[in-house]
């Protein structure tokens, strides 16, 4: 960018309503929520909870590390996007997240890390689509 172009963006008026500042922080909540949320994440809850799931072991191992690396970002993210911030439901995801199963209990525990994000992503509301 030229120092022109700088000084002209930076001479214009900006708004300061608060519907313009509600739309913006609409956005950067949407962008933030973006980190942790994508296609893949909904994929990996589909084949946990849906109604065929039946996830094969080395699947099992997949998706669950997939859901800790989004349980990472839901702790750094979620202080932004929910409020008041819902510790009981931070609690158990985090809990659950560290909890590495013997192979025989996995799939069952898979079902409660699926659950967990999914009660943080319904508290995430509009946010999370």
């Known amino acids: 960018m030229t120092a022109d172009v700088a000084v002209r963006l930076l001479s214009q008026r900006a708004s300061n309503d608060h519907e313009t500042l509600g739309v913006v922080l609409y956005g950067l909540r949407r962008f933030l929520a973006s980190e942790a949320i994508d296609e893949q994440l909904y994929n990996d809850l589909e084949a946990v909870?849906?109604?065929?799931?039946?996830?094969?072991?080395?699947?099992?191992?997949?998706?669950?590390?997939?859901?800790r690396k989004a349980t990472t970002t839901f702790v750094e993210i979620v202080p932004f996007l929910v409020q008041p911030y819902p510790v009981d439901?931070?609690?158990?995801?985090?809990?659950?997240s560290a909890e590495h199963?013997?192979?025989?209990?996995?799939p069952g525990h898979l079902r409660r890390l699926a659950l967990a994000i999914l009660a943080i992503?319904?508290?995430?509301?509009d946010t999370a689509s």
Do not use: K, N, Q, S
Not at 89 to 96: A, F, G, N, Q
Not at 121 to 125: S, V
């Open 89 to 96: 439901e931070m609690r158990r995801l985090i809990y659950l």
């Open 101 to 106: 199963p013997h192979p025989d209990d996995a």
């Open 49 to 67: 909870l849906g109604e065929y799931a039946h996830p094969v072991p080395h699947l099992v191992t997949a998706i669950a590390a997939r859901f």
């Open 121 to 125: 992503l319904d508290l995430m509301g």
